[in-house]
């Protein structure tokens, strides 16, 4: 025989193989590998609290600041700050070092800078006055193309910026509610409630026709009943972001899927999929933020057409490969088919009744290529965007070990401390998400300026 090493599939032998296989598994098996994994996340998670077990997010320096954050040269916002004692003076951790700031404090520093400064720079976030917040979904039934990571970061960018921004997961995975330090003990701190007091309210608007009819009443069971005084910000925590909020998920969320059609069967005349963006709305949580940023899960189920009615932008995240493309193009095949079938569905009765059928719309729907390598992908980036065209976003953001990194302590670019990393490889890394960022505020900003136009012509 001779001594070359083996492919690592042949030669196995049948005893050694049994003796690595071990025991088969029951059903109690999961329970405990659960266990285990629970155990190291919470350890890893751990790592980035602080003694009183809360996220923290880090300072700001001013080399930070001035370059991404408040466009000033350095020496002008140090002058400020010189001649402005009652501002943030930030901290040092060394005599005469750099000065950090935390985000309340750049948030102050930019209000400052914007009552005084020049004009013609952007310091604060357009928000037409008296618009809405804009929605914004994040989806793709393709797992693992990106969604939670361009979500998560696109929050962080928004906050940045100065825009209040509420985040919603409903990813029964719950990665985004991790990203962001939420605590979630049950489905009763998700969304969940709200789509039972939509359902509960359309019930109670269902049993007055019938009462009226001479008809016996449905019942209003006790989940709906617990949940008809519950509002959006009951639901809302706090980050460790000052501008950022969240509405969290976790495993018990997925019980949306199997409770919602039985809702559904039992008043066929519920409008389910505008279950979330109505009480949204109601709430007044489109007064109380500028951005909502939802997050959905890899499956076209009840939540995310949810996500999908109430967003006024929705952004697919894809990789640039042959099978992401592919299951891509079926997605928008699946929207497709189920948006056309709820709008049939609806404008039979619409008909019926002689009233405006149901037409769906977004502000802009975007693919997004996502975790781009130029060096590889390029040929196939550019054909996608042939096909495609505008509809592909033509910012790729890039693929960078930034991210993986930042993954282990559950936090994101934006929150790693740039004198961990080299300073070529961060500005790198986070470009890509500057970038994002960029292209989605711009969709933001022409969608709010379309509004605003609209509203004053039909004022005129
Ligand atoms: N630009 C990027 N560069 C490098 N890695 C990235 C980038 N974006 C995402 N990733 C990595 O890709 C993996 C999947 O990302 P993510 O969890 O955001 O996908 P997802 O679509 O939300 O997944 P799921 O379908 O499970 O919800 C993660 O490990 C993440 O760190
Ligand atoms: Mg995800």
């Given at each position: ?132 917040a804009k929605l914004l ?14 979500a998560?970061?696109?929050a962080?960018?928004a906050a940045?910026?100065?825009y209040k921004v509420l985040v919603i997961d ?6 985004m509610?991790?990203?962001f ?10 969304v ?40 959006a910000q009951?639901l809302a925590q706090k980050t460790?972001w000052?501008n950022i909020d969240l509405i969290g ?27 979330l963006?109505?009480?949204l709305?109601?709430d007044g949580v489109l007064d109380q933020y500028d951005l909502v940023i939802l997050d ?14 109430a ?150």
């Open positions: 025989m001779s001594s070359d090493p083996l492919t690592p599939y042949h030669g196995i032998s049948p005893d050694a193989a049994l003796t690595a296989l071990g025991n088969p598994l029951d059903t109690a098996g999961f329970g405990t590998i659960a266990e285990a994994c629970r155990q190291g996340r919470d350890d890893l998670a751990g790592r980035g609290l602080d003694d009183q077990g809360q996220k923290t997010l880090r300072r700001f320096s001013t080399w930070e600041i001035t370059k991404y954050l408040i466009p000033v040269a350095p020496a002008h916002f140090r002058r400020v700050l010189r001649q402005n004692p009652d501002l943030p003076q930030g901290l040092t951790e060394t005599d005469g070092g750099a000065k950090w700031f935390t985000l309340d404090e750049v948030l102050r520093l930019r209000a400052f800078f914007a009552a005084e400064g020049a004009a013609n720079r952007d310091y604060l976030p357009y928000r037409p006055q008296g618009l809405a979904a994040v989806a793709n039934f393709k797992g693992g193309v990106g969604k939670t990571s361009t998560a970061h696109l962080m960018s940045l910026d100065g409903l990813d029964s995975q719950g990665s509610t991790s990203i330090g939420g605590k979630v003990a049950d489905e009763w701190q998700t969940f409630p709200l789509l039972a007091r939509h359902y509960g309210e359309h019930l109670r608007g269902e049993n007055q026709a019938r009462t009226d009819r001479g008809e016996a009443p449905l019942p209003l069971e006790d989940t709906v009943l617990q949940a008809m005084d519950l509002r009951d460790h000052p998920a976790q495993l018990d969320l997925y019980w949306a899927e199997f409770q919602v059609p039985v809702w559904r069967m039992n008043a066929r005349s519920w409008k389910l999929w505008d279950a963006s109505d009480r709305e109601a959905t899960p890899p499956a076209l189920g009840y939540l995310t057409i949810n996500a999908l009615a967003a006024d932008i929705l952004l697919v995240p894809t990789g640039a490969s042959f099978l992401e493309f592919e299951s891509t193009g079926r997605f928008f095949d699946m929207l497709h088919a189920t948006f056309a079938s709820i709008e049939e569905g609806e404008n039979i009765a619409a008909r019926a009744l002689g009233r405006p059928g149901l037409s769906f719309e977004w502000d802009a729907v975007r693919a997004i290529v996502t975790r781009y390598d130029g060096a590889q992908q390029a040929e196939f980036g550019a054909l996608m965007q042939a096909y495609l065209g505008t509809v592909l976003s033509p910012y790729r953001q890039d693929f960078t070990a930034l991210v993986g990194q930042a993954g282990e302590q559950v936090a994101g670019i934006y929150e790693a401390d740039y004198r961990d990393f080299n300073r070529e490889t961060y500005a790198r890394g986070r470009a890509a998400f500057d970038e994002t960022w960029a292209a989605v505020k711009r969709l933001l900003i022409g969608a709010w300026r379309r509004d605003e136009l609209a509203t004053s012509q039909a004022a005129e």
